[in-house]
């Protein structure tokens, strides 16, 4: 049980383009889901706390308009790059947990491998 | 954000021996978490311990925290080839829905 799908697994876009990456719980609710930027060889960054039904809570640094998140339901969270630069070519993983405190696992996607050309 | 530093940053070791890795952490907690990463895939939570616990088995993994040093270590035996992987730790409290990771160990293991 719990598993989290990511999708897709690698995307290749032009600078200027936009990118949505999705991440669903199949068999599990998951009122938050963490969005999460790994650069190679370093550990998760944590760049969005997505909420469902409420605005997403951005790290400090991480640019609200260029990375849109979207909960729109228990099972579902999106991320969009906004106008693609290739400093935004990274890894991008997202997590689900399936209760609201700490003290409980988080459930990962698989990652996007995002490459901007 | 990261808290925890783990060492070593890398290991590599023969396929049968033991690997060993450990955490350190600043803030209180109230569970420590380990997690392993294949190249390039999501991360797959292994072990949870309370701060109330001080070792923990799972299978070939033992993990022991000590939160008077704010530490823990990761202990895989006899380890094989398919443990090669990045391991993190991770801290959580019971008010906090984040984790705070740390760097990583990246484990090797030679066939």
């Known amino acids: 049980g719990a598993v989290v799908s990511q999708h897709p697994s690698w995307v290749i876009c032009k600078s200027g383009t936009s990118v949505k990456i999705e991440c669903r719980s199949l068999d599990f609710q998951a ?3 963490f969005w999460y930027r790994q650069f190679p060889k370093q550990s998760l ?7 469902e039904g409420s605005k997403a809570t951005y790290e400090q640094g991480v640019e609200k308009d260029k990375f849109l998140i979207n909960h729109a339901s228990l099972t579902l969270s999106t991320l969009t790059v906004t106008s693609a630069h290739p400093e935004d070519s990274s890894f991008y993983i997202c997590s689900a947990r399936m209760g609201l405190q700490g003290n409980s696992p988080l459930h990962f996607g698989n990652g996007t491998r995002l490459t901007v050309t | 954000s990261q808290q925890g530093e783990e060492d070593p940053q890398a290991l590599s070791i023969q396929e049968g021996e033991n690997a060993t890795m450990n955490c350190s952490y600043k803030t209180s907690i109230n569970n420590l978490q380990w997690y392993r990463q294949n190249s390039g895939r999501g991360l797959v939570h292994l072990i949870l311990i309370r701060s109330n616990e001080r070792e923990k088995h799972s299978g070939r993994l033992r993990v022991t925290l000590d939160t008077s ?3 823990s270590s990761l202990l895989i035996t006899a380890s094989r080839a398919a443990d090669t992987a990045s391991y993190f730790c991770a801290t959580g409290t019971d008010s906090n829905y984040q984790l705070i990771w740390g760097a990583g160990t990246k484990l090797i293991i030679k066939p």
Request: hydrophobic share 40%; net charge positive; charged share 15%.
């Open chain 1, 31 to 33: 009122t938050t889901m």
């Open chain 1, 45 to 51: 960054m944590l760049m969005a706390t997505s909420n």
């Open chain 2, 69 to 71: 040093k704010k530490s």
